[in-house]
């Protein structure tokens, strides 16, 4: 048997190819059909099957092309109603692979038909487990994603009888191979690690561990984290079925020049510059909001954009077709095109362009103490109650689209995260929306606290 974990970095989240005796199977495939195929031709081997382990809300599946692209059949577990053609098995029943077995376990909570796959090798020993979002490294799947008629009690209900029924009587050497790592949405404290065993989350998972119903529901139900705009869109999608990818990549990368991006750019539409925070802060288009493609790319556009928005890309060279797969990883199939050129073409064509100020962390303090700029700090919740500058504003980058008209329009804000990735971004964002003045502080809080430590607090509570 063969397994390879193919992990996305930006989404958190991984996908699985399996094979055994020359027949592949495909678990949990991002909207890119070809990786997946390449390995199987790299390898010789045939897909059999696309294995779902349940309508994703925070990424678009490519299940449905990878299976048109190679006559696979899309397999989903009990309760799973898609509109389009698929097999729907039933809890426990088998699936050949080779010379290998995958055993279907319906395990029910994190949505109705999430359901784990049980990888069994020629001997027909339990080898894997891949638990899609039921269970991770450290933690479970959060029961508040699905869209219908069931309370986030209720499934997390099932979700303590799917791990006591299905889960935790495994072997302990069974290895698990989780649907996302550390920083996904999906659940509330991932572990960074990339897969575990049975036996190991026995001991360290919190949701293994419990054995009380009651006090799991409220556990896995309670301080759960924000839901992106985008989640319950792209559950949609999924189970309804969706347009070709190699379709929307055709209309999506379109190159325009400058004259014709200026022609669209006051239609209603939305820039997307997706270059390095630094490199933005120095000249952009006016009115461009800036979310990079080094950083969680698809989760603050799907956070702060609406799905349905039709969007104009500036990027850096050579990375035009990447933007445009990412956003379309999500359900973000408008993009009118991008700009030809870059910015480069933009600034030599004499058009008009804008500018955000960064800030050293060696300089905020003196800046700050002037009283000439409001603070306001982006980071999440967690962040702030280990360290905090006093008389900062606290609006997490999450909601600043719901709370940013709280906020004078009239001051100069500077803002700061831990780094500087979402400072820029939300800089940007208020840009855009009318403030006349915003700052990013280079580096974010862990550049404050190396050269104005005196600045910082220990914080003893959240907001």
């Not at 139900?221 to 924000?226: A, D, K, N, V």
């Not at 006016?286 to 969007?311: E, M, Y």
């Not at 606290?394 to 400072?423: F, M």
Request: proline share 3%; hydrophobic share 40%.
């Amino acid at each position: 048997m063969y397994i390879q974990q193919i992990y996305t970095n930006c989404l958190a989240q991984a996908a699985y190819y399996i094979e055994s005796g020359k027949e592949a199977a495909i678990i949990d495939p991002l909207r890119n059909p070809e990786p997946y195929i390449a390995i199987a031709k790299e390898r010789g081997a045939t897909i059999k099957y696309v294995l779902e382990t349940h309508f994703h809300a925070d990424f678009v599946s490519g299940h449905i092309d990878l299976a048109n692209k190679t006559g696979a059949s899309i397999v989903f577990g009990p309760g799973a109603t898609p509109g389009y053609r698929a097999y729907i098995a039933e809890d426990h029943e088998t699936l050949h692979l080779g010379d290998a077995k995958i055993e279907i376990l319906h395990t029910p909570g994190h949505t109705v038909e999430s359901t784990c796959y049980l990888l069994r090798d020629q001997h027909g020993k339990e080898s894997a487990v891949f638990t899609g979002d039921t269970l991770f490294v450290g933690d479970v799947g959060r029961p508040d994603l699905l869209s219908g008629n069931l309370s986030k009690e209720e499934l997390a209900s099932m979700l303590f009888d799917s791990l006591q029924n299905q889960i935790k009587t495994l072997p302990a050497d069974v290895v698990v191979y989780p649907g996302h790592g550390a920083g996904s949405a999906c659940g509330k404290n991932i572990s960074s690690k990339s897969t575990s065993t049975i036996g190991d989350e026995c001991i360290t998972n919190y949701a293994l561990l419990a054995n009380d119903k009651q006090a799991f529901i409220s556990v896995v139900t309670s301080e759960l984290p924000y839901i992106p705009g985008y989640f319950f869109k792209d559950a949609a999608i999924n189970k309804s079925g969706y347009g070709s990818y190699d379709d929307i990549i055709r209309k999506n990368v379109n190159a325009l020049s400058c004259r014709e991006f200026a022609a669209v750019k006051n239609t209603g539409v939305q820039i997307l510059d997706t270059r390095d925070p630094m490199t933005f802060s120095r000249g952009f288009i006016p009115g461009a909001l800036n979310i990079g493609l080094s950083g969680d790319f698809a989760v603050w556009v799907g956070t702060l954009i609406s799905a349905d928005t039709q969007l104009l890309l500036v990027t850096e060279h050579g990375k035009e077709l990447e933007a445009v797969e990412r956003l379309a990883r999500i359900g973000f199939e408008q993009v009118k095109g991008y700009l030809q050129g870059g910015m480069a073409s933009w600034v030599a064509a004499n058009l008009e362009t804008d500018t955000i100020q960064t800030v050293s962390a060696a300089m905020c303090g003196d800046i700050i103490e002037s009283g000439e700029y409001e603070l306001l700090d982006v980071r999440n919740r967690r962040e702030v109650a280990k360290h905090r500058v006093p008389g900062a504003v606290h609006i997490p980058l999450n909601n600043l689209k719901e709370l940013y008209s709280t906020l004078a329009a009239d001051k100069k804000w500077l803002v700061y995260c831990a780094g500087g990735y979402r400072s820029m971004i939300a800089a940007s964002f208020l840009k855009a929306n009318g403030f006349t003045d915003t700052g990013s502080i280079e580096g974010g809080i862990n550049e404050i606290i190396k050269h104005n430590p005196e600045m910082v607090e220990l914080a003893l509570e959240t907001d």
